[in-house]
């Protein structure tokens, strides 16, 4: 159904292994199930052609006529290369007759070589097509026959005559089943990738996959409509649940508006039905692939199914089968399901019922922040709000007034990471001019807290708030706003303001025991002792956040303190430390219900440490989940920035375009992010280098200098930026020699910069050292850089800093030093797959005449012996794990031979480096060899 196949590694040496049974003079039977969709097609055709052994490949469908026609996809039989095919003709003989007579003229045709019969779409097959397709399977003996079938299981009523043909057959020890089940999200990724013919958003990706329920039909159809919420799958989708008897569509309805996983006997009460009638229903249902089983319980299969289902469901009908459900579930001992105040809101808000609805939504927030679901808290306490008026004496009804529960939900988005909806509840408090002061110092500072993750601001929040509590009013209240407000002030650098703030809430959190706003305070002061340069001293705050955040069970502020230590030791270069500090920090945040809201920046640190040290894959594994959840717009922003600068490295241009354009936007959009600029000011500068645009490149290179001397100061990693924009003026240089004065002249204006920063900007030796070698441009210089760069563990810049090392040494004719050291950088380069260092390093080779070293001869397209065993991987369709496993590699090391032999053809896509392989004979037939 989709022309790509993706993954299915297990299936694809399944159907292999099959073969290879069979090859040895026997017949082996293979049956596909699967639902509509799901890719039995694909796979059949994608493993039959690139068999071994030149077999002869039959292939017949049945068709969707009712009954079928006798004989159908035997009659219809075509080869895949041009041979006399038998048919099962009838004249008027018996059944035995003509079944013997095309095994007779089939064993003549296959003689001693092997073949594969693929019978399609069983489960439209009349009685004569599944008589033969047995007897196929049982009695053509002495020959080498692969026997295939695909079959929709999902399709078929209990005791169907092909249900039953499927039962028959497993029993037999020669016979193997092989159930296709859904795309991971991942490989759905893959496939849409493989479609655009480039990547796509994440948060894009994981969307179309959960609507689709990882079918990758749905998904080819999803990522390619113009709309994708056009009414053509809907279509598609409603016709197959029409053709349901009566009794399981209506089923169907009533599992669609249950929403989540529903027990038997809850589906019965909202249902109206018996026991023994749901349970026919049911059985149809999940036969048929629309609802599946998880432990106790049915669900609809996929979203889009169920996005289907309730649009044709009248609103009438769904308001009375939620209230259903409600009744349902309310009446149900808790005994047998648990606490269920979450669905029963759910059903009682979509009923319509605010009577019901508004105390059945404060149960279930209460319920939600005991399993720190804080989203669903948020969700609950929302609904409470909007039923308020609408219900008399709500305050009593809940014992809560109004305020307090706006205050509550305020808190709930803070933690959830839904910063809209918080912002919104905080303002809409504070609009409230009868609210108390104190009151009011506290939501102005969960205000400030939603204001600095949404632009970094929050500093007028915060002074307000402290104004209104001066010391002795509420030492509580007050404690807390300084700590957060020492952690406001940390984008901004204002160290005064941090070490004023922190150091009056430690001393408060000292007399009231207040030890999760110490944990704040100590945080809050760890990076300004990394930025002066001592480590020791960050680390010992960072030390004593995390234990005093543990001591007061404050889950926030014990993931914050992980994520600024992450931060501290990935700054200052210690990035296998920062490494394991930032997946400890996301694990808490898991375990927490913090996910969303804290979760993001982890992943960030994460990326930028992997980043660093060269592991691409796993970087963008981080970020893409990271994506994929939607974080908070500024979270969002700083995960794609992370994202764009792998895309930019490897040569992903059009997704590096449309990260950074999108991060431009929400950087120009903050009032409180020009810091934030420079980074972004890097990453465009290293595309539009990639790109070849010099002009738009030297024009970013421009509104760096434009910047404030104030701005400059601000900047974390300045350094880093100054060096992106020296390499723009190095290509400038080299694309326009007679333009040196104006390269000059902004190369000096860069280096001055750096010296008017009263701080140093960056904290490790990698990037102080390379700023040195730009001032310098001696050989010896560059080579410190670039053993710097190795000592950080960061292969990429090692080969940017190798590469001024080589014009370094042209300048002094120093070509043996100049060769060796462009070889290092390539070979850095191709194993990380960096195509436009690659590229680079390849013109500069032609520019200076530097020959590459030989290769061995009669090696196509310069592949190393070892590049040829993973492309031959490659082309069997193998994963980079199991191309690892046979070749007793590491997985990075797979990736990077991978990106090299993707170079080294010119190609972008496995399946176009398979076709190149195949084309060329770069590969032999058969699977690889350890």
């Given at each position: 159904?989709?022309?790509?196949?993706?993954?299915?590694?297990s299936?694809?040496?399944?159907?292999?292994?099959?073969?290879?049974?069979?090859?040895?003079?026997?017949?082996?039977?293979?049956?596909?199930?699967?639902?509509?969709g799901?890719?039995?097609?694909?796979?059949?055709?994608?493993?039959?052609?690139?068999?071994?052994?030149d077999?002869?490949?039959?292939?017949?469908?049945?068709?969707?006529l009712?009954g079928?026609?006798?004989?159908?996809?035997?009659?219809?039989?075509r080869?895949?290369?041009?041979?006399?095919v038998?048919?099962?003709?009838t004249?008027?003989?018996?059944?035995?007759?003509?079944?013997?007579?095309f095994?007779?003229?089939?064993r003549?045709?296959?003689?001693?070589?092997?073949a594969?019969v693929?019978?399609?779409?069983?489960?439209?097959?009349?009685?004569?097509?599944r008589?033969?397709?047995?007897?196929?399977?049982?009695a053509?003996?002495?020959?080498?026959?692969?026997?295939?079938?695909?079959l929709?299981?999902?399709?078929?009523?209990a005791?169907?005559?092909?249900?039953?043909l499927?039962?028959?057959?497993?029993r037999r020890?020669?016979?193997?089943?092989?159930?296709?089940g859904?795309?991971?999200?991942?490989?759905a990724?893959?496939?849409?990738?493989e479609?655009?013919?480039?990547?796509?958003?994440?948060?894009?990706?994981?969307?179309?996959?959960?609507?689709?329920?990882?079918?990758?039909f749905?998904?080819?159809?999803?990522?390619?409509?113009?709309?994708?919420?056009?009414g053509?799958l809907?279509?598609l989708?409603l016709?197959?649940?029409a053709?349901?008897?009566?009794?399981?569509?209506?089923?169907?309805?009533v599992?669609?508006?249950?929403?989540?996983?529903?027990?038997?006997?809850?589906?019965?009460?909202?249902?109206?039905?018996?026991?023994?009638?749901?349970a026919?229903?049911?059985?149809?249902?999940?036969?048929?692939?629309h609802?599946?089983?998880?432990g106790a319980?049915?669900a609809?299969r996929?979203d889009?199914?169920?996005?289907?289902?309730?649009?044709?469901?009248?609103?009438?009908?769904?308001?009375r089968?939620h209230?259903?459900?409600?009744?349902?579930?309310?009446?149900?001992?808790?005994?047998?399901?648990?606490?269920?105040s979450?669905?029963i809101?759910?059903?009682?808000a979509?009923?319509?019922?605010?009577?019901?609805?508004?105390p059945?939504?404060?149960?279930?927030?209460?319920?939600?922040?005991?399993?720190?679901?804080y989203d669903?808290e948020?969700?609950?306490?929302q609904?409470?709000?909007?039923?308020?008026?609408?219900?008399?004496?709500?305050?009593?009804?809940?014992?809560?007034?109004?305020?307090?529960?706006?205050?509550?939900?305020?808190?709930?988005?803070?933690?959830a990471?839904?910063?809209?909806?918080?912002?919104?509840l905080?303002?809409s408090?504070l609009?409230d001019?009868?609210l108390?002061?104190?009151?009011?110092?506290?939501?102005l500072?969960?205000?400030?807290?939603?204001?600095?993750?949404?632009?970094?601001?929050?500093?007028?929040?915060?002074?307000?708030?402290?104004?209104?509590?001066?010391?002795g009013?509420?030492?509580?209240?007050?404690?807390?706003?300084?700590?957060?407000?020492?952690?406001?002030?940390l984008?901004?650098?204002?160290?005064?303001?941090?070490?004023?703030?922190?150091?009056?809430?430690?001393?408060?959190?000292?007399?009231?025991g207040?030890?999760g706003?110490?944990?704040?305070?100590?945080?809050?002061?760890?990076?300004?002792?990394?930025m002066?340069?001592?480590?020791k001293?960050?680390?010992?705050?960072?030390?004593?956040?995390?234990?005093?955040?543990d001591?007061?069970?404050?889950?926030?502020?014990?993931?914050s303190?992980h994520q600024?230590?992450?931060?501290?030791?990935?700054?200052?270069?210690a990035?296998?430390?920062g490494?394991?500090?930032?997946?400890?920090?996301?694990?808490?945040?898991?375990?927490?219900?913090l996910?969303?809201?804290k979760?993001?920046?982890?992943?960030?640190?994460?990326?930028?440490?992997l980043?660093?040290?060269?592991r691409?894959?796993?970087?963008?594994?981080?970020?893409?989940?990271?994506?994929?959840?939607?974080?908070?717009?500024f979270?969002?922003?700083?995960?794609?920035?992370k994202?764009?600068?792998?895309?930019?490295?490897?040569?992903?241009?059009?997704?590096a375009?449309?990260?950074?354009?999108?991060?431009?936007?929400?950087?120009?959009?903050?009032?409180?992010?020009?810091?934030?600029?420079?980074?972004?000011?890097?990453?465009?500068?290293e595309?539009?280098?990639?790109?070849?645009?010099?002009?738009?490149?030297?024009?970013l290179?421009?509104?760096?200098?434009?910047h404030?001397a104030?701005?400059?100061?601000?900047?974390?990693?300045?350094?880093?930026?100054?060096?992106?924009?020296l390499?723009?003026?190095?290509?400038?240089?080299?694309?326009?020699?007679?333009d040196?004065?104006?390269?000059?002249?902004?190369?000096?204006?860069?280096?001055?910069?750096?010296?008017?920063?009263?701080?140093?900007?960056?904290?490790?030796?990698?990037?102080?050292?390379?700023?040195?070698?730009?001032?310098t441009?001696?050989l010896?210089?560059w080579?410190?850089?670039?053993?710097g760069?190795?000592?950080?563990?960061?292969?990429?810049?090692?080969?940017?800093?190798?590469?001024?090392?080589v014009r370094?040494?042209?300048?002094?004719s120093?070509k043996?030093?100049a060769?060796?050291?462009?070889s290092?950088?390539e070979?850095?380069?191709?194993?990380?797959?960096?195509?436009?260092?690659?590229q680079?390093?390849?013109?500069?080779?032609?520019?200076?005449?530097?020959?590459?070293?030989?290769?061995?001869?009669?090696?196509p397209f310069?592949?190393?012996?070892?590049?040829?065993?993973?492309?031959?991987?490659l082309?069997?369709?193998?994963?980079?794990?199991?191309?690892?496993a046979?070749?007793?590699?590491?997985?990075n090391?797979?990736?990077?031979h991978?990106?090299r032999i993707?170079?080294?053809?010119?190609?972008?896509?496995?399946?176009?480096?398979t076709?190149?392989?195949?084309?060329?004979?770069?590969?032999?037939?058969?699977?690889?060899?350890?």
């Amino acid at each position: 159904m989709s022309p790509l196949l993706v993954g299915r590694q297990s299936e694809r040496d399944a159907v292999c292994a099959a073969y290879a049974r069979a090859a040895e003079g026997r017949t082996v039977t293979v049956l596909i199930t699967g639902e509509a969709g799901i890719g039995k097609t694909t796979l059949v055709e994608t493993v039959v052609a690139d068999l071994p052994g030149d077999p002869l490949v039959l292939i017949g469908d049945c068709l969707e006529l009712g009954g079928g026609l006798p004989y159908q996809p035997f009659l219809d039989l075509r080869a895949l290369t041009p041979r006399n095919v038998p048919r099962p003709v009838t004249d008027g003989e018996s059944r035995a007759t003509v079944v013997r007579r095309f095994l007779d003229e089939l064993r003549a045709v296959i003689g001693s070589r092997p073949a594969v019969v693929v019978v399609e779409d069983l489960h439209w097959s009349d009685e004569t097509t599944r008589d033969l397709f047995v007897q196929l399977a049982r009695a053509l003996r002495g020959v080498a026959l692969l026997l295939i079938g695909t079959l929709r299981t999902g399709e078929l009523a209990a005791g169907h005559p092909v249900r039953q043909l499927a039962g028959e057959l497993g029993r037999r020890a020669d016979v193997s089943t092989i159930a296709l089940g859904p795309l991971t999200r991942a490989e759905a990724g893959q496939q849409l990738t493989e479609l655009a013919r480039l990547p796509m958003h994440p948060a894009r990706v994981a969307e179309i996959h959960r609507r689709a329920g990882g079918n990758p039909f749905f998904v080819a159809a999803l990522g390619t409509a113009a709309d994708p919420d056009a009414g053509d799958l809907r279509t598609l989708l409603l016709d197959r649940v029409a053709q349901l008897p009566v009794q399981a569509r209506h089923v169907l309805d009533v599992a669609a508006v249950a929403g989540a996983p529903m027990e038997d006997d809850v589906l019965a009460a909202a249902a109206e039905l018996s026991a023994p009638d749901l349970a026919v229903a049911l059985r149809v249902l999940t036969d048929r692939g629309h609802l599946v089983v998880e432990g106790a319980r049915h669900a609809v299969r996929h979203d889009l199914l169920r996005e289907a289902v309730l649009s044709d469901l009248p609103p009438l009908e769904r308001r009375r089968l939620h209230r259903r459900f409600a009744t349902a579930l309310t009446v149900m001992p808790s005994w047998a399901a648990g606490d269920r105040s979450l669905e029963i809101a759910v059903h009682w808000a979509e009923a319509g019922d605010p009577h019901e609805a508004l105390p059945a939504a404060w149960r279930a927030s209460a319920t939600a922040r005991a399993r720190t679901a804080y989203d669903a808290e948020l969700a609950h306490l929302q609904a409470v709000l909007r039923w308020w008026d609408a219900v008399p004496a709500a305050n009593r009804l809940i014992g809560e007034d109004r305020t307090a529960v706006v205050v509550r939900a305020v808190r709930a988005a803070l933690q959830a990471g839904d910063d809209e909806a918080g912002l919104e509840l905080a303002r809409s408090l504070l609009d409230d001019r009868d609210l108390a002061p104190v009151v009011r110092a506290d939501v102005l500072g969960l205000l400030a807290r939603l204001e600095n993750r949404a632009d970094l601001g929050g500093r007028q929040a915060i002074e307000a708030a402290l104004r209104l509590v001066p010391p002795g009013v509420d030492d509580a209240i007050r404690c807390r706003v300084l700590a957060f407000g020492a952690v406001i002030a940390l984008p901004e650098h204002r160290l005064a303001d941090i070490d004023a703030l922190a150091a009056e809430s430690l001393q408060l959190a000292d007399v009231i025991g207040d030890h999760g706003s110490a944990a704040w305070a100590h945080l809050s002061l760890a990076w300004p002792r990394a930025m002066a340069g001592d480590l020791k001293a960050a680390t010992e705050h960072c030390e004593r956040a995390v234990a005093a955040a543990d001591r007061a069970g404050e889950a926030v502020a014990l993931v914050s303190a992980h994520q600024i230590w992450a931060t501290v030791l990935t700054a200052t270069g210690a990035l296998e430390e920062g490494l394991l500090i930032a997946r400890a920090g996301a694990s808490a945040a898991e375990l927490n219900g913090l996910r969303r809201s804290k979760g993001p920046m982890l992943s960030a640190v994460e990326a930028e440490a992997l980043t660093e040290l060269g592991r691409w894959d796993e970087a963008v594994e981080v970020l893409d989940d990271a994506l994929a959840d939607r974080a908070p717009s500024f979270y969002n922003a700083t995960l794609a920035l992370k994202r764009a600068v792998v895309a930019v490295a490897r040569g992903e241009l059009p997704l590096a375009r449309a990260l950074v354009d999108e991060i431009a936007d929400v950087a120009q959009s903050s009032p409180h992010a020009e810091q934030g600029l420079y980074d972004v000011h890097r990453v465009a500068m290293e595309l539009a280098l990639a790109e070849g645009d010099l002009e738009a490149a030297n024009l970013l290179v421009d509104r760096v200098l434009a910047h404030s001397a104030e701005l400059h100061a601000l900047a974390q990693a300045l350094d880093r930026v100054v060096v992106t924009a020296l390499r723009v003026q190095t290509a400038r240089r080299l694309n326009a020699p007679r333009d040196r004065a104006a390269t000059d002249g902004r190369r000096n204006a860069l280096i001055q910069l750096l010296d008017r920063v009263p701080a140093p900007t960056s904290l490790h030796s990698g990037s102080r050292l390379t700023v040195v070698a730009e001032r310098t441009n001696r050989l010896g210089d560059w080579d410190a850089a670039a053993s710097g760069w190795a000592t950080i563990g960061n292969p990429h810049e090692q080969a940017w800093s190798l590469l001024g090392a080589v014009r370094s040494a042209l300048t002094s004719s120093n070509k043996a030093g100049a060769s060796r050291r462009l070889s290092e950088a390539e070979q850095l380069a191709e194993q990380l797959g960096a195509v436009p260092l690659t590229q680079r390093i390849a013109e500069l080779r032609t520019r200076a005449g530097l020959r590459r070293p030989s290769v061995r001869a009669g090696t196509p397209f310069g592949l190393t012996d070892r590049e040829i065993e993973v492309l031959r991987g490659l082309a069997q369709g193998a994963s980079n794990r199991q191309i690892a496993a046979d070749l007793y590699l590491s997985v990075n090391t797979v990736s990077a031979h991978v990106r090299r032999i993707f170079v080294k053809l010119s190609v972008t896509s496995r399946a176009a480096a398979t076709a190149v392989a195949y084309e060329h004979n770069l590969v032999p037939p058969g699977p690889a060899s350890p």
